[in-house]
Structures are given as C-alpha cells and as structure tokens.
C-alpha cells in the first residue's frame, strides 16, 4: 500500500469503517508504540489505518522524500488497511479549533471503532498536544450542523499506547502478547533507517536492541516472549474471565 498524503479528510473516497485508527504525531510513533499489536490485529481480519499528524521531519538525517519512503516501507510490512498524512506541521504541532475539526473530520470518514492516542504524560510538545487533540476531536466528530465531512460519528474508546520520551515506571492498564508479530514490528521499525540506524551508534545495545529488551520485559510480565503496553483512562468490559491471560 502506499501513504495517502493529503490534507484534507473531504479528499479520501468512502471506504469501510476502520476497525481501529492509530493517530501518530510523526511517522515511526504508531510503530514504535504497537507495531505489534497492530499486525496481530490485522491477522485476524481487523481493519487497521494508521494517520500521522506530521511528516517528522526535518530530521538531522531524513527529508520529506525519504520519510515519505520510509513510511510505505513500514506500512507494507505491517500491511496496513489505510494511511494518511493530515499535513500539521512537526515540532510546531498544537491543539486548535481549526486542527481539532481537521482530526474530527478524519474520524467521520474513517469511522473507526476504536481510536488509539499517544499516552498523555510526555516530554515531546507535539505528543502531548497530539492527545489533547484526539481527544478534542473525538468529542466533536460527533457533532451536528457542522460543515465537517460525514455524518456524526463517535468512536467507541480512546486507548493510549507508550511511545514517550520520559523515563517513566509506566503501571500499563493492559499487556498484548505480540510474541507471533515481533518480526512485523520489528520490520517496520527498521524501515526507518533515517531515524533508527543512520547515524547511530552501532554499539550494543543498539536503539533496536533496547526495544526488543523492553518488549521481551512487558512480555515477561504476562509470561509471554514480548508484549505491548496500553493505558485507558475509561474501565474496560469483559465478557468472561476467560479473556484474560
């Protein structure tokens, strides 16, 4: 698939409503956050779109061409059901009336059931201002007499996953065992060879090191060989105790 690069929600065709949508700040943050949690998803038939609010760049080694390379190459190999860019801009990313109804109108087009945020406590502004926003935009998507694409729509549930840039002893509210799609993720982190690999130290531990290191931990945790974590501000509802691990 190829990244759907426009600014304006009213641009995309209609499609079926999305299982989930991961809203990103930047490219790289929907993968390093649930990359596996995202490709187990989509194997079990789950309509999965991704919708980074920024380009990430400029960065000390990519450019908007390659991100936007980069980028196809990470969705590939989490063979994503849709993705787009809103066209904000990185570094300058803020929650405002016009950027809340740019991301509203996304989610009544896209429709999806569930919508996942960055987690709220953050040292990066634009991750912060990312969540302010989802959440904004939740609530206004279902709003009538607007000129917004769509008809009224609210996602079910916000979720937030970690891609933070604090050093934080997070209590996740749950772990997903991603132990089958550690090679997806994986693959989708090294697509981004500006961001991971270019100019880094190839001294163990390597920055891919240390991901696997904290995804072998979270899996720890639930008995499993890797795991990611999730947070929900709102209780979740299980049918049967069987659901848990």
């Known amino acids: 698939m190829t ?29 390093l956050g649930m990359g596996g949690t995202i490709a187990k998803m989509i194997s079990s038939g ?5 919708l980074d609010l920024t380009t990430g760049e400029p960065t000390p ?7 936007r390379s980069e980028t196809n190459r990470a969705s590939e190999a989490l063979k994503l059901t849709w993705r787009g860019n809103a066209g904000l801009e990185n570094r300058r990313l803020l929650h405002t009336l016009e950027t809340r109804e740019l991301v509203a109108s996304y989610f009544r087009v896209l429709r999806p059931k569930w919508v996942f945020a960055p987690y709220w406590q953050d040292a990066h502004p634009d991750h912060v201002a990312a969540t302010d926003l ?13 000129e917004m694409p769509g008809d009224p729509f609210h996602p079910e549930r916000v979720f937030y ?23 997806a993720k994986l693959a989708s982190i090294e697509a981004y060879q500006s961001q991971f690999v270019t100019g880094r130290s190839t001294q163990s531990p390597t920055i891919l090191d240390r991901l696997r290191d904290e995804a072998s931990n979270w899996g720890r945790l639930i008995n499993r060989r890797y795991g990611e974590p999730f947070a929900t501000k709102e209780p979740l509802a299980l049918t049967s105790l069987e659901c848990i691990l």
């Open 46 to 50: 789950w309509r999965v779109g991704v």
């Open 3 to 31: 990244v759907v690069l426009t600014e304006s929600p009213a641009d995309l065709e209609p499609t079926d409503p999305l299982d989930m949508l991961v809203v990103a700040p930047h490219p790289d943050d929907a993968e």
């Open 134 to 146: 989802i959440e904004a935009a939740r609530f206004w998507a279902k709003l009538s007499k607007t």
């Open 61 to 67: 080694h990519g450019s908007e061409s390659l991100r």
């Open 161 to 183: 996953y970690y891609c933070i840039h604090l050093r934080l002893a997070v209590q996740p509210s749950w772990i997903v065992d991603i132990s089958d799609h550690w090679d």
